[in-house]
């Protein structure tokens, strides 16, 4: 980050970090049975999660716009039941959104038939985001939870 990377040095770290993940994958479901299937899963969604926000954190710089993208479309998280039942609705987890972030998750509706975007902007622009035709012309804002 504090210094420019040739093209080869980029291809070299993202190869890097993908074996690095790979493992820690490997790792969260060697010995895998079906009683510990929600633990090592929970266990290496919070590995992920962690170590994406260990990214963020690391990539971020007040004078570069950061911006994320993530579908989680055609993932069955609405069939998981930890117990309790089925969720009756979800989304990501709450995201620190910087003054130069942008964030973007897509995800299907409980229905299946529609996708979710979940969108953080920095705050100045929120507004302009919410009054776009174009955007509403395709959208709901904050819909009704299906149940």
Same mark, same amino acid.
């Given at each position: 980050?504090?210094?420019?990377?040739?093209i080869?040095?980029?291809v070299?770290?993202?190869?890097?970090?993908?074996?690095?993940?790979?493992?820690?994958?490997?790792?969260?479901?060697?010995?895998?049975?079906?009683?510990?299937?929600?633990?090592?899963?929970?266990t290496?969604?919070?590995?992920?999660?962690?170590?994406?926000?260990?990214f963020?954190?690391?990539?971020?710089?007040?004078?570069?716009?950061?911006?994320?993208?993530?579908?989680?479309?055609?993932?069955?998280?609405?069939?998981?039941?930890?117990?309790?039942?089925?969720?009756?609705?979800?989304?990501?987890?709450?995201?620190?959104v910087?003054?130069?972030?942008?964030? !973007? !998750?897509?995800?299907?509706?409980?229905?299946?038939?529609?996708?979710?975007?979940?969108?953080?902007?920095?705050?100045q622009?929120?507004?302009?985001?919410?009054?776009?035709?174009?955007?509403?012309?395709?959208?709901?804002?904050?819909?009704?939870?299906?149940?």
């Amino acid at each position: 980050m504090e210094s420019e990377l040739e093209i080869d040095e980029m291809v070299a770290d993202f190869r890097k970090t993908k074996e690095e993940f790979s493992e820690m994958i490997k790792e969260n479901l060697q010995g895998c049975d079906n009683d510990t299937t929600n633990i090592t899963t929970t266990t290496l969604g919070q590995n992920l999660l962690t170590a994406m926000g260990d990214f963020v954190s690391e990539c971020y710089k007040p004078d570069v716009d950061l911006y994320t993208m993530s579908s989680w479309c055609k993932k069955p998280f609405y069939e998981v039941d930890f117990g309790w039942g089925n969720p009756v609705w979800m989304g990501p987890a709450s995201h620190t959104v910087y003054d130069n972030m942008v964030f !973007v !998750v897509l995800i299907d509706s409980k229905d299946g038939e529609d996708v979710e975007a979940w969108v953080g902007l920095p705050e100045q622009d929120m507004p302009v985001f919410l009054c776009e035709q174009d955007l509403l012309a395709y959208a709901v804002l904050n819909p009704p939870v299906l149940i």
